[in-house]
């Protein structure tokens, strides 16, 4: 009955008001679920915000967190975002330090991944990279064979790839 | 026409067709209680000793009406000792509207005197809160409070308001209450579908909870098992939606459930769950339980669906509106050899030995239920005399037996009492307590003496605390850590003090000469009733076991 755990990712049309996120995320935390990674953001519609949650279930448990989530009141919709119908992107920004011989090879590989060099020291420089969770890991793989002092993720944003779920209401 | 703010919480109440409110003034909340003062004519106030007592008494009152209990309090301390009797109704889904009022906006989050964020507190056990502290967002959020707390499965709503909302001014005009939220639509494959399992089975069950009385569907519970001829199993918060009567009953079901109920369970090959949520102290091991039957839920909550248990059919609506499709579906049948079998079960209740200088607590039920019209509600505390009462209990008709199901709050009883009392004045209200459970919030004795409410009071004395003292025996080689407190409390004199009356029985004798005192009095009376630490709730199925290894005797 029970399936092994695996990535989840839903996306949630909120209330844009004070304490939603709060609502939310406590919501996941009291039934015991662990967040990867949370983007909030604003929607095209004034009055909504859309969350996207990445995080760890069973097939049971995310059906119970959907529920469970669908049941406040300031939610409107959530729904899953499947690998198959919806797009997903990150942003990764990254502090490598970089001698002036390294960085040729490093810039070979920022090049490779469609990255962007947005800042240059004489001993680092900082990489921006924007793509898919998968390709973010790639780079990351790559990269670490360089000295990297410092990264940060956004988290996944997603939308699918028809909005036929886009409002319940 | 331009009112305060707290006039329109005032004129929302009666919006609302709210009489009746229970609370405790505080700094922050003057406001409010002043305009109470000028609508005392059409708002009633009960005052309690604390306001833990008031949210219960708020509650008690929501669950013998069925109408939204309105509890008010002022903030910091005030809000902060709401929050058991919230969750208490959280737990059990009753409708309640919690208004606390908070420091003025202007020091809100500087850690000014009596200043919490209760929203904060509040938002794990509440179905939505609001805190408001702009004079226009008033009235919307409190009709708001209203309208969530009644739609789908019902649920507390708390309103937090600062101080200077409650005096600005604002343009109002009276209104109905807001639409409920609209029921969930049946779905009509689903019924067809879960008619069609329960016309085919063989050995079906009902398992029934509070969903059952929250959707006002007693009526048509009792037809479809008459009609199916199912035997029923109910949870603690079912208590009364089937008469004691009624062969088909077959009692409570789990850890302290009937014999019968869980054998039931056991061997069933269809059981129908309406309005019930698979708690842990109903399917104890959700592996085994049932583990023979096809299983049918019908809740109002999406959520609860596969939560807890498994379930092969299911349909989300509410428990009335469900039945009232289906039953002309459901043909009407007889499981002769089914039935027999359960009813043979039922028969093999415990007996109790009788004894003229020894009371048990199946006695005293046996002897309660006797004495009173079937109209009596009973409210309860937590613990052993809670499992008495709703197992010994002659109970005849829904919502005439309160109680703390989900959270088991021991000192629920005696507000909840006399909100139940505050609700039916016409009806006897009995709270059953235990010495350990009453001595927690025994303080709202000083409410029922001076609303001079005739609540009799009937402690379970075993001078231990006895739900745990009984695990301890059983499970912890009988050291009996911090079970026995020696207390000292005389509660006959101690009724006196707090100006109400006091009685001592220590048989079955004694106990029926007070009580017929006691059905005389015009003000509340508490019955000390001396019984042996020793004395078990039984069956007891220990936690996460099944029926196979329950504990008769």
């Given at each position: 009955m029970y399936k092994p755990l695996r990535k989840e990712i839903v996306s949630v049309l909120v209330l844009n008001q004070a304490n939603v996120l709060t609502r939310v995320v406590s919501n996941f935390g009291r039934r015991g679920f662990n967040i990867d990674s949370l983007t909030v953001s604003a929607t095209n519609d004034p009055d909504l915000s859309r969350i996207t949650i990445v995080f760890n279930a069973t097939e049971q448990s995310m059906q119970q967190i959907i529920t469970q989530t669908e049941k406040l009141e300031v939610v409107k919709s959530i729904f899953i975002l499947n690998r198959e119908n919806?797009?997903?992107?990150?942003?990764?920004?990254?502090?490598?330090?970089?001698?002036?011989?390294?960085?040729?090879?490093?810039?070979?590989?920022?090049?490779?991944?469609?990255?962007?060099?947005?800042?240059?020291?004489?001993?680092?420089?900082?990489?921006?990279?924007?793509?898919?969770?998968?390709?973010?890991?790639?780079?990351?793989?790559?990269?670490?064979?360089?000295?990297?002092?410092?990264?940060?993720?956004?988290?996944?944003?997603?939308i699918e790839s028809n909005a036929r779920n886009a409002k319940k209401n | 026409m331009k009112l305060t703010g707290s006039q329109v919480v005032a004129e929302v109440l009666l919006d609302h067709g709210v009489d009746t409110v229970f609370g405790y003034p505080g700094g922050t909340a003057l406001n409010i209680y002043d305009e109470l003062y000028k609508y005392s004519d059409r708002i009633r106030h009960i005052l309690t000793a604390h306001e833990q007592g008031a949210a219960h008494a708020a509650d008690g009152y929501a669950r013998a009406t069925g109408k939204t209990g309105v509890v008010l309090s002022t903030s910091g301390p005030g809000a902060t000792n709401l929050v058991t009797g919230i969750a208490t109704a959280c737990m059990d889904s009753i409708p309640l509207v919690a208004i606390t009022a908070n420091v003025p906006d202007s020091l809100i989050g500087r850690d000014a005197f009596q200043e919490i964020y209760i929203t904060g507190?509040?938002?794990?056990?509440?179905?939505h809160n609001y805190f408001v502290n702009k004079i226009e967002d008033l009235e919307p959020a409190l009709r708001d409070a209203f309208r969530v707390a009644n739609s789908g499965r019902k649920g507390p709503v708390l309103v937090d308001i600062t101080k200077d909302v409650t005096s600005a001014m604002v343009e109002f005009t009276n209104k109905p209450p807001l639409e409920l939220k609209p029921l969930p639509k049946v779905d009509k494959d689903d019924i067809a579908d879960i008619v069609r399992i329960i016309n085919n089975a063989e050995k079906p069950v009902a398992y029934i909870?509070?969903?059952?009385?929250?959707?006002?569907?007693?009526?048509?519970?009792?037809?479809l098992i008459e009609k199916a001829d199912i035997p029923v199993v109910h949870t603690l918060m079912a208590t009364g939606v089937l008469s004691c009567d009624n062969e088909l009953n077959l009692g409570l079901v789990g850890m302290h459930g009937s014999v019968a109920s869980n054998r039931a369970i056991d061997q069933a090959d269809v059981i129908i769950a309406l309005g019930s949520r698979f708690s842990d102290r109903v399917a104890q091991n959700p592996q085994k339980w049932a583990r023979k039957a096809r299983i049918l839920q019908v809740d109002i909550d999406n959520s609860e669906i596969n939560k807890n248990v498994m379930v092969e059919k299911n349909c989300v609506g509410d428990i009335k509106d469900?039945?009232?499709?289906?039953?002309?579906?459901?043909?009407?049948?007889?499981?002769?050899?089914?039935?027999?079998?359960?009813?043979?079960?039922?028969?093999?209740?415990?007996?109790?030995?009788?004894?003229?200088?020894?009371?048990?607590?199946?006695?005293?039920?046996?002897?309660?239920?006797?004495?009173?019209?079937?109209?009596?509600?009973?409210?309860?505390?937590?613990?052993?005399?809670?499992?008495?009462?709703?197992?010994?209990?002659?109970?005849?008709?829904?919502?005439?037996?309160?109680?703390?199901?989900?959270?088991?709050?021991?000192?629920?009883?005696?507000?909840?009492?006399?909100?139940a009392k505050m609700g039916h004045p016409e009806?006897?209200?009995?709270?059953?307590?235990?010495?350990?459970?009453?001595?927690?919030?025994?303080?709202?004795?000083?409410?029922?003496?001076?609303?001079?409410?005739?609540?009799?009071?009937?402690?379970?004395?075993?001078?231990?605390?006895?739900?745990?003292?009984?695990?301890?025996?059983?499970?912890?080689?009988?050291?009996?850590?911090?079970?026995?407190?020696?207390?000292?409390?005389?509660?006959?004199?101690?009724?006196?003090?707090?100006?109400?009356?006091?009685?001592?029985a220590s048989t079955i004798n004694e106990f029926e000469a007070v009580m017929k005192e006691a059905l005389k009095s015009e003000g509340p009376v508490w019955i000390d009733c001396v019984i042996d630490r020793e004395e078990r709730v039984l069956p007891f199925i220990p936690g996460g076991k099944t029926v196979e290894e329950i504990i008769v005797d």
């Open positions: 919806s797009l997903y992107r990150e942003l990764l920004l990254l502090k490598v330090n970089a001698t002036e011989k390294e960085r040729t090879s490093i810039k070979e590989i920022v090049d490779i991944y469609r990255g962007k060099i947005v800042d240059l020291s004489r001993e680092s420089m900082i990489i921006e990279l924007t793509g898919t969770p998968e390709k973010i890991d790639g780079f990351m793989e790559v990269i670490s064979a360089h000295d990297v002092v410092e990264v940060c993720r956004t988290g996944i944003t997603g | 507190i509040t938002l794990p056990i509440t179905k909870g509070g969903g059952c009385i929250a959707s006002l569907a007693c009526r048509e519970v009792n037809e469900f039945l009232i499709k289906a039953l002309p579906y459901i043909d009407k049948a007889k499981h002769y050899e089914w039935h027999d079998k359960v009813v043979a079960w039922k028969s093999k209740e415990r007996v109790v030995k009788a004894s003229p200088d020894y009371m048990h607590p199946k006695e005293i039920m046996n002897k309660l239920s006797d004495m009173v019209d079937d109209e009596t509600i009973f409210v309860t505390d937590v613990g052993q005399h809670q499992m008495w009462a709703a197992q010994y209990l002659k109970h005849k008709k829904p919502m005439k037996f309160i109680t703390s199901g989900g959270l088991g709050t021991m000192g629920f009883g005696y507000g909840a009492a006399i909100g009806n006897r209200v009995i709270h059953i307590t235990g010495d350990a459970s009453f001595h927690m919030n025994l303080n709202e004795a000083c409410t029922a003496v001076s609303n001079n409410l005739p609540i009799i009071t009937i402690i379970i004395n075993n001078r231990v605390l006895g739900m745990v003292y009984q695990w301890q025996t059983a499970f912890y080689g009988e050291r009996y850590s911090n079970t026995c407190p020696e207390r000292k409390t005389d509660f006959v004199k101690l009724a006196d003090a707090f100006g109400a009356k006091g009685y001592r």
